[in-house]
């Protein structure tokens, strides 16, 4: 009786291990894969600058500091246009109206006392010649700018640029997978995937405050930028 019991239990897990068996040498037939990352870099001369020109003014009283920001603004705007730069590359962005205080200096800790107001407006410019830049920077301080933020460049055709980097990048991850496979002994097969994780080129700041005694064209060095691609590949192996 116990012979019999044993072999029935046996004959019912027979088939339970032959169908575990199955999905198990499918997962190691999809695994048969090989997944490289490449990279690719293309070098490019930025050509177009963005700049952040402000004009800060302080006054008596809050009408006054208005008045005479708005005027001095008002040139700076006249200027811009007369340098060739689009109205749709001026674009406000900031516009600020402060009280000044005055410390007390009496012992007995008075709170600030207001002695005038300080407005600032600040405008985004967009210089597509650059090689105009430095005489742009000049006249705008000359103009009444009496603060500039920051500079960053960019690149106007960067896609082009970029195409090529992922070029290179699948070249480079192709190499790999070749490099690899050969290495391990089997035989390179189909190309089954392709992910594009690219980032791209970061523009290069520049911060500094401009004075009004400025006499001549600001010099100004725009470097390269470098453009980054990152790909990766998954190919099959025999």
Do not use: C, W
Not at 128 to 154: M, P, W, Y
Not at 180 to 201: F, P, T, W
């Amino acid at each position: 009786m116990n012979t019999r019991l044993t072999f029935v239990a046996a004959l019912l897990l027979l088939p339970l291990g032959i169908a575990a068996q199955e999905p198990h040498s499918e997962t190691g037939s999809a695994n048969r894969v090989i997944v490289v990352s490449g990279t690719g870099e293309v070098n490019g001369v930025p050509d177009v600058a963005e700049i952040n020109v402000g004009v800060v003014v302080e006054a008596d009283s809050a009408k006054a500091a208005l008045v005479a920001n708005n005027d001095q603004m008002g040139r700076l705007l006249d200027k811009l246009k007369q340098l060739g730069i689009a109205e749709k590359d001026i674009q406000t962005s900031s516009f600020n109206v402060a009280p000044r205080y005055q410390r007390s200096r009496n012992p007995d800790g008075q709170p600030p006392k207001i002695d005038g107001y300080r407005v600032t407006n600040q405008v985004h410019i967009r210089v597509r010649k650059i090689e105009s830049l430095g005489v742009v920077l000049d006249q705008v301080v000359t103009a009444g700018a009496n603060q500039i933020n920051g500079i960053s460049f960019s690149i106007a055709d960067s896609e082009t640029l970029m195409d090529e980097a992922r070029n290179k990048a699948i070249r480079d991850g192709k190499r790999k997978a070749g490099l690899m496979a050969k290495e391990a002994g089997v035989k390179l097969g189909q190309l089954v995937e392709i992910r594009d994780h690219s980032g791209g080129g970061q523009p290069a700041p520049m911060r500094f405050m401009a004075m009004a005694e400025a006499r001549s064209s600001v010099p100004i060095q725009t470097g390269e930028q470098t453009l980054s691609a990152q790909v990766q590949l998954t190919f099959k192996f025999e």
